[in-house]
């Protein structure tokens, strides 16, 4: 393309570093956060007082921050869910029902110890809580399991088999808490019975303690990425399976591993979800909302690359913008879902950015050097 | 029974029109993962277009132009940008699923006009589904169209050498296959259930997707599976009719996915893989770079 003197054309990129990556995905957030101002504009509000109402309830407010840090713990969770298959070069959309998995078994450890008696027994957290995360890791591994066995084994398109167990949980979940299911409130009103005070989370300067096991396990992803061999043998995998196979590496072990440990990390998300989460503490009737906010996690995954350092900034920033999005929604009476919308705006701008970390724009000035942009 | 049977028609051919439009997408070489949301976009907009202008006429096609668009633009995506169709599709899906979320909520309920007549107490989608499936069957197996896109399907860089248009192809069938997907949502938002409310699909597209790999690229089968899963899905609905009393109803809501799965893993064992596996369009969501 021509412009004047100028020329502009496009550019194989042969390699791309970490930084030119975060400009790209930087930009590409901007540009999303452009592209839906003019959600605002069509609501007839100003974009800029939206944004501001949005950053500064998220991030500045008492009230808010609090619940942008809880709903960061769990968008970071499901992002490493995701980006341990998506190192395989597999796709776990699954973190939806891997999450309900994972606070099904939870509360299915609180019922066995009597969590639904009234009154409320005395529990010993100190037992119980480590119980209930172990059982809601493996719950999420089970259902994770399914997906990477059928994967390793058979080869059966993952994409499907996780959406399909998100559904067969879903339904689950509405068994357990209506209509007279094991776990139903015994008010009634369609949701669980609510966790006895002594079985909450201890919370540290008012966050759950989750956020350690979050931050925990993004350094233990990375560390194992970065300097163990089976970190290594999942990305070759990830490169080529064909090639993995030939390197020796077991190609039934790889896809059931990474979906195990996907899964796992999915299951303490909803763990912290549905029982750590200051105020809720109970799954709740609308818990669809919530399971479907783990989509959110496939963007995180996808901006950060994989990398789950690069993961930490963005959960925190979108995990304000849901929080910051939902509470503009009510304080400009805008409909539903602004965050879902945002959510939606954010993924397909994302996409089209994909092409810059495969190309490059350059522009140069005719008989002058070149000048070279991201 | 009569009406149980009715519905099922009409449950498949919501499937039916999906899957279609994803087997043309695949035949042409292009994997669209996001039937899932073309088809809340088909099904919101053409709701709330038929909605506001009290024109059934007008809601399809409102959602089979949002449909095509969004075929449209994921062939943007994967042939012009070449880039990862999964991706792509993905993305596709999940602006379907946030953006009708915000866009329909205000027209939450029920449709509120006639319903659209039957003949001979049948759905009129069955009767265009199945002059559909006998449509796409011949040009895709017996037309030098058809032939064109299988190429393609097949090996973009020979079709391109026998002098055929292969962006050009893959195009057209990505668009064709959005506006039948975008179509097949307003069918279910406008006729078998309408009623909006949040997030109402919960998988139909993503079972449609499972029946493409199902039906071996091949519309005839893709009718059978969609006619057994449209069965079941109604079965689902109402397990009284074979099972009174027996599980809760939630559970049954399951089983549509569970057999989804089993089928999948049925077509996907190395038995059947050699017996029928060739079917599978070769370059299949791999992106074409002419030389």
Not at chain 1, 77 to 103: D, E, K, V
Not at chain 2, 73 to 94: A, E, K, N, P, R
Not at chain 2, 247 to 270: A, D
Request: glycine share 12%; proline share 5%; net charge positive.
């Amino acid at each position: 393309m021509r412009i004047g003197s100028y020329q502009l054309r496009l550019e194989k990129r042969l390699t791309l570093t970490g930084w030119q990556a975060a400009i790209i995905s930087t930009l590409a957030i901007i540009f999303a956060l452009v592209l839906f101002s003019f959600i605002f504009i069509l609501a007839d509000i100003n974009p800029l007082v939206a944004y501001r109402e949005t950053f500064s309830y998220a991030f500045a407010n008492p009230r808010g921050l609090p619940l942008t840090i809880n709903r960061f713990i769990f968008l970071l969770l499901c992002t490493s869910a995701f980006i341990i298959p998506f190192r395989a070069g597999l796709w776990n959309i699954g973190m939806t029902g891997q999450l309900y998995a994972g606070a099904l078994s939870a509360f299915a450890v609180l019922l066995a110890f009597g969590g639904k008696m009234l009154p409320p027994p005395d529990l010993s957290p100190i037992t119980l809580i480590p119980l209930m995360l172990i059982a809601a890791a493996l719950g999420g591994a089970v259902l994770g399991a399914m997906a990477g066995f059928l994967k390793g084994k058979f080869n059966v398109n993952e994409i499907v088999v996780t959406m399909m167990l998100n559904s067969i949980t879903f339904w689950l979940v509405a068994y357990m808490i209506k209509e007279g299911g094991p776990f139903m409130n015994p008010g009634g009103r369609g949701e669980s019975f609510e966790l006895p005070s002594s079985a909450y989370a201890p919370l540290i300067m008012d966050i759950p303690f989750t956020i350690f096991l979050a931050l925990g396990l993004v350094m233990l992803l990375y560390y194992m990425f970065a300097k163990t061999k089976i970190g290594y043998q999942i990305k070759a995998y990830g490169h080529s399976p064909a090639a993995a196979r030939y390197a020796g590496i077991n190609t039934f072990m790889i896809p059931l591993l990474v979906f195990i440990l996907g899964g796992a990390v999915a299951g303490l998300a909803g763990y912290h979800y549905f029982a750590a989460v200051p105020g809720v503490y109970k799954i709740a009737r609308n818990y669809g909302y919530f399971g479907d906010l783990a989509f959110y996690g496939i963007i995180c995954g996808l901006i950060s690359l994989g990398n789950s350092f690069a993961a930490i900034p963005v959960a925190l920033l979108f995990g304000g913008l849901s929080i910051g999005g939902r509470f503009v929604q009510g304080k400009l009476n805008m409909g539903f879902g602004v965050d879902y919308a945002l959510l939606g705006v954010l993924m397909i701008t994302l996409v089209a950015f994909q092409f810059f970390y495969r190309y490059k724009l350059v522009l140069s000035v005719e008989g002058k050097g070149q000048r070279r942009r991201d | 029974m009569w009406e149980f049977i009715a519905r099922s028609l009409e449950a498949s051919m919501i499937f039916t029109f999906a899957a279609l439009g994803e087997l043309i997408d695949q035949r042409s070489g292009v994997l669209n993962v996001g039937i899932e949301g073309v088809m809340l976009f088909g099904a919101t907009l053409g709701f709330i277009t038929a909605k506001t202008t009290g024109s059934y006429l007008l809601g399809f096609l409102v959602g089979m132009a949002i449909g095509g668009l969004l075929g449209f633009l994921h062939g943007f995506f994967s042939i012009t940008l070449g880039g990862d169709q999964v991706v792509s599709g993905m993305g596709i899906w999940i602006l379907g699923f946030g953006l009708t979320t915000y866009i329909g909520n205000p027209y939450t309920g029920p449709l509120e006009l006639e319903r659209i007549p039957t003949i001979l107490g049948l759905s009129p989608f069955f009767y265009a589904g199945i002059a559909l499936v006998v449509v796409s069957w011949f040009v895709l197996s017996r037309t030098s169209l058809g032939l064109e896109i299988r190429s393609v399907g097949e090996d973009p860089s020979v079709a391109e050498v026998s002098g055929i248009n292969v962006p050009k192809t893959r195009y057209l069938c990505a668009t064709i296959g959005g506006m039948l997907m975008g179509l097949s949502g307003a069918i279910y938002s406008l006729f078998y259930n309408p009623v909006w409310n949040y997030n109402f699909l919960m998988g139909w597209g993503f079972i449609a997707l499972a029946l493409v790999f199902f039906s071996m690229w091949n519309p005839v089968i893709l009718l059978g599976g969609s006619l057994l899963f449209g069965t079941l899905w109604q079965l689902s609905l109402n397990p009284q009719l074979v099972l009174p009393g027996i599980l809760s109803r939630y559970i049954w809501r399951t089983v549509p996915f569970v057999i989804t799965i089993g089928v999948l893993l049925i077509i996907s064992t190395g038995w059947f893989r050699t017996r029928w596996g060739a079917a599978k369009p070769e370059a299949l969501a791999r992106p074409y770079v002419k030389e």
